[in-house]
């Protein structure tokens, strides 16, 4: 139990001595919250889709994969950030890698003919030759 106090000690400090984490903190604890609300009233909200296919309504590796990298290449820009590490190349690469990824992804699906605009385009797979 002491090991517990003495964390949330050392974290209330780091609060205390940094605005920039304590806003950041707070951001994130209210952001979850309007998500919470969202999904409890409204009836076209679902955070699942944060993680599930929306064709096969299953979990995705390729969803999971990407919210987790979200989160974790978003708290190591914070970090950076809050050691006033950051220059212009971790931005940039912290960009193109998000931009390549979803580009990439974009790609492999119209390729494979598994996207939307690819079945749009053939309707509903009928020929119309006679």
């Known amino acids: 139990m002491a090991a517990i106090a003495t964390v949330f000690q050392q974290l ?13 903190l707070l951001a994130i604890i209210a952001g979850v919250g ?3 609300y969202a ?21 995705s590796i390729h969803q999971i994969g990407q919210l987790t ?6 708290w190591g820009l914070t970090v950076l950030v ?6 212009e190349a971790y931005f940039s690469i ?10 990439l992804d974009r790609f492999l699906t119209l390729r ?15 020929s119309d030759q006679h």
Request: aromatic fraction near 6%; glycine fraction near 6%; avoid cysteine.
């Open 12 to 24: 209330l400090t780091a609060l205390a001595n940094n605005t920039l984490a304590t806003l950041l």
């Open 39 to 59: 999904q409890y009233r409204k009836d076209n909200f679902d955070l699942r889709a944060l993680i599930v296919d929306p064709v096969t309504k299953q979990p």
């Open 112 to 126: 494979d003919g598994n996207g939307k605009d690819h079945h749009n385009d053939e309707g509903d797979g009928s």
């Open 82 to 87: 809050l050691h006033d590490k950051l220059t």
């Open 94 to 103: 912290y960009m193109a890698v998000w931009a390549g990824a979803n580009t």
């Open 69 to 74: 990298a979200l989160v974790i290449s978003s």
């Open 34 to 36: 309007v998500l919470v």
